[in-house]
């Protein structure tokens, strides 16, 4: 079956470092997505990695690792606005994009 | 504000009411998608339209009809509902339906809750 799995909460402190993990088992791979959602806001657009390899944009990052079927999200510099929900998400082989559960994470003073 | 409006925010109906929840983007896109998220569930598809034509249905029951009257129009109807089907709907847009990198925008969603 389709499976993607992802810390369900992370805990973080202002201005450190996280990273957020996301393994998946798909039918094919068409690409990776993260998507930020705010407490009772849309999910919005983070990152997409298709190859293996680190993309960064600005304090976050997102990891591919085609062959271990793993990805993870790096956010730098925490800041209490990142407080938020991280989708993980895969398209498999016929183009359906497969969400996670979401990792809640709260980032404190 | 992402482009996609959805009303109302917030829906409290009976089981046996009927109701419709609305969607609308700005953004020229040609696909929209009705989402289902639950506490602690990934986020089900339920219904994808491209250029106004339903291309797909992911079993939904007969009690969700969707409706897209043009391409930035997206209407889901609702009756008799169970409590099961209290969740927050989203709809989403995009370019296009089909394409590796074709990134998904979605609305702030219709908190529903059914008694």
């Known amino acids: 079956g389709q499976n993607i799995d992802q810390p369900t909460e992370m805990t973080a402190t202002e201005g450190a470092i996280v990273q957020i993990n996301c393994t998946y088992q798909t039918s094919g791979f068409n690409g990776l997505f993260w998507y930020q959602q705010h407490a009772g806001e849309a999910p919005t657009f983070l990152s997409y990695n298709v190859l293996d390899g680190l993309e960064e944009k600005g304090r976050f990052s997102s990891f591919l690792s085609r062959s271990k079927g793993y990805s993870y999200l790096l956010l730098k510099e925490l800041q209490m606005k990142d407080s938020a929900s991280y989708l993980c998400?895969?398209?498999?082989?016929?183009?359906?994009?497969?969400f996670g559960t979401g990792t809640r994470l709260q980032v404190f003073p | 504000e992402t482009g996609v409006t959805q009303t109302p925010r917030h829906l409290v109906m009976g089981m046996t009411n009927k109701k419709s929840l609305k969607c609308e983007q700005h953004?020229?896109?040609?696909?929209m998608y009705w989402y289902k998220q639950s506490a602690k569930k990934p986020l089900e598809l339920m219904f994808v339209?491209?250029?106004?034509?339903?291309?797909e249905n992911n079993s939904v029951p007969s009690r969700f009809s969707p409706e897209c009257p043009n391409s930035s129009h997206l209407f889901l109807h609702l009756h008799t509902l169970q409590p099961e089907d209290s969740a927050l709907y989203l709809c989403?847009?995009?370019?296009?339906?089909?394409?590796?990198?074709?990134?998904?925008?979605f609305g702030a969603g219709s908190r529903l809750t059914v008694l």
């Open positions: 953004l020229g896109h040609n696909a």
């Open positions: 998400a895969v398209r498999d082989i016929t183009d359906k994009l497969i």
């Open positions: 989403a847009s995009s370019e296009r339906r089909i394409s590796g990198a074709n990134v998904l925008t």
């Open positions: 339209y491209s250029l106004e034509e339903r291309v």
